[in-house]
T-cell receptor, first 111, second 115 residues
Framework: SQQGEEDPQALSIQEGENATMNCSYK?????LQWYRQNSGRGLVHLIL?????REKHSGRLRVTLDTSKKSSSLLITASRAADTASYFC???????????FGTGTRLTVIP | NAGVMQNPRHLVRRRGQEARLRCSPM?????VYWYRQLPEEGLKFMVY????????ESGMPKERFSAEFPKEGPSILRIQQVVRGDSAAYFC?????????????FGQGTRLTVV
């Protein structure tokens, strides 16, 4: 299976702290994407990192990719209560755009 | 430019009935993907369609499930003779024609409850 797996499954932090989530995948990829899902809602695309990139930033988000270890991390700095959500990594099937999702990390930011 | 629209948002069906879930992709998007999410789990790929073509249905159960994306109108995911195990959130995503790294845009999902 190409599906990614996130670690940890659940994470609870205080507002203002940083949150780090990890994702491992199994096959070669040309990009990896992170999505966010608020409870009961659809997914929102956060950031895409290509296989030739090692790090990417977007606002308070920082994503790293290590293709040798087949892993990625998502760092949310200075977390806010509104960041409470589930975060998924996803990798596209080779030659297509259908995505394989991990099981997600459920982040709770306590005000 | 409206996002991906799914309807209905919630659908309740009795066992044995049929469920029809609709997805209108974003304007200009010709690729549609359906995913299923069970409670507390990630999304599982079901089927990938282009207009009038099923490209990949490897994630779709062989029986009772079918999908279409006609030349005109929304994509339809159809579940015949629903069972309790079909209760889940079904998400549709759309993207422009394939280009490596194209992001997919998701709808809000249809929550199917089979009673």
């Amino acid at each position: 299976s190409q599906q990614g797996e996130e670690d940890p499954q659940a994470l609870s932090i205080q507002e203002g702290e940083n949150a780090t989530m990890n994702c491992s995948y199994k096959t070669s990829i040309n990009n990896l994407q992170w999505y966010r899902q608020n409870s009961g809602r659809g997914l929102v695309h956060l950031i895409l990192i290509r296989s030739n990139e090692r790090e990417k930033h977007s606002g308070r988000l920082r994503v790293t990719l290590d293709t040798s270890k087949k892993s990625s991390s998502l760092l949310i700095t200075a977390s806010r209560a509104a960041d409470t959500a589930s975060y998924f990594c996803a990798t596209p099937q080779t030659g297509a755009n259908n995505l394989f999702f991990g099981t997600g990390t459920r982040l709770t930011v306590i005000p | 430019n409206a996002g991906v629209m799914q309807n209905p948002r919630h659908l309740v069906r009795r066992r044995g009935q049929e469920a029809r879930l609709r997805c209108s992709p974003m304007k200009g998007h010709s690729h549609v993907y359906w995913y299923r999410q069970l409670p507390e789990e990630g999304l599982k790929f079901m089927v990938y369609l282009q207009k009038e073509n099923i490209i990949d249905e490897s994630g779709m159960p062989k029986e009772r499930f079918s999908a279409e994306f006609p030349k005109e109108g929304p994509s339809i995911l159809r579940i015949q003779q629903v069972v309790r195990g079909d209760s889940a959130a079904y998400f549709c995503a759309s993207s422009p024609p394939i280009r490596p790294g194209t992001e997919a845009f998701f709808g809000q999902g249809t929550r199917l409850t089979v009673v």
